[in-house]
T-cell receptor
C-alpha cells in the first residue's frame, strides 16, 4: 500500500528565510510521481511542483525546489526567500498504483512571520 | 492543465437529505477523482470515476452513500446521500490526465 508521511504539523519561519517541508513516502511501485500542493485559507488546491520517480534531476519551479532522495524515499519541498503570502497549508502527495490515483499526507501548516 | 468547474461552491443542507455536486472539465479526461476534506484534515480519496464503468470506491466509502455518475469524458457528479452532520466537509473533484493533477474549487457542505 502507498503511504505519505508529513511529520511537521506546523512551522513558523521568519520572512525571507528558506524553509524545508518534510515528506517521506512508501510504495512498492517502480513508477510513481510526487507532488506538492499549497492550500491557502480560501481552500483552493494550488499545484507547486512535481517529481517523477525516474527523473534524475531535482525539480525546480521558481522559488520552489523538490529535494528528491529516492533511496531514502523522501521528497522534501524547499521554499527559498519565504514571503508572507507563503503562509498556507502544504500537502505532499503521491501518484501511483492502479488508476494513477493520488493520495495525500496530513499536511504542514506554514506560518511566515514578518 | 485541465480547468474544472465545480458547483455548488457551498450549501447548507438538512440532515437526511441528499446533495449532488457537479464537476465539468474543459477537456476529455480518462479518470476523475472525488475527495473529501473534513475540517482541519487532509484530502481523503472517496472514489475514482472512469467513464463507462462503475466507480471504484476506497475503503470506508460505499456506493449507497456516495453514488457517482460519469456519463461522458468531461463530466461527473457525486451525490452525498442521507446526510448527517458528520458529512460536513469540503468535497473536491480532480483530474490528472495531462500534467499535474488539478482540482475543482470545492464544495463546502454544512449539514444541520
Amino acid at each position: 500500500a502507498q503511504k505519505i508521511t508529513q511529520t511537521q504539523p506546523g512551522m513558523f519561519v521568519q520572512e525571507k528565510e528558506a524553509v524545508t517541508l518534510d515528506c517521506t513516502y512508501d510504495t512498492s511501485d517502480q513508477s510513481y510521481g510526487l507532488f506538492w500542493y499549497k492550500q491557502p485559507s480560501s481552500g483552493e488546491m494550488i499545484f507547486l511542483i512535481y517529481q517523477g520517480s525516474y527523473d534524475e534531476q531535482n525539480a525546480t519551479e521558481g522559488r520552489y525546489s523538490l529535494n528528491f532522495q529516492k533511496a531514502r524515499k523522501s521528497a522534501n519541498l524547499v521554499i527559498s526567500a519565504s514571503q508572507l503570502g507563503d503562509s498556507a497549508m502544504y500537502f505532499c502527495a503521491m501518484r501511483g498504483g492502479r488508476d494513477d490515483k493520488i493520495i495525500f499526507g496530513k499536511g504542514t501548516r506554514l506560518h511566515i512571520l514578518p | 492543465s485541465a480547468v474544472i468547474s465545480q458547483k455548488p461552491s457551498r450549501d447548507i443542507c438538512q440532515r437526511g437529505t441528499s446533495l449532488t455536486i457537479q464537476c465539468q472539465v474543459d477537456s476529455q479526461v480518462t479518470m476523475m477523482f472525488w475527495y473529501r476534506q473534513q475540517p482541519g484534515q487532509s484530502l481523503t480519496l472517496i472514489a475514482t470515476a472512469n467513464q463507462g464503468s462503475e466507480a471504484t470506491y476506497e475503503s470506508g466509502f460505499v456506493i449507497d452513500k456516495f453514488p457517482i455518475s460519469r456519463p461522458n469524458l468531461t463530466f461527473s457528479t457525486l451525490t452525498v446521500s442521507n446526510m448527517s452532520p458528520e458529512d460536513s466537509s469540503i468535497y473536491l473533484c480532480s483530474v490528472g490526465d495531462r500534467g499535474p493533477y488539478t482540482f475543482g474549487s470545492g464544495t463546502r457542505l454544512t449539514v444541520v
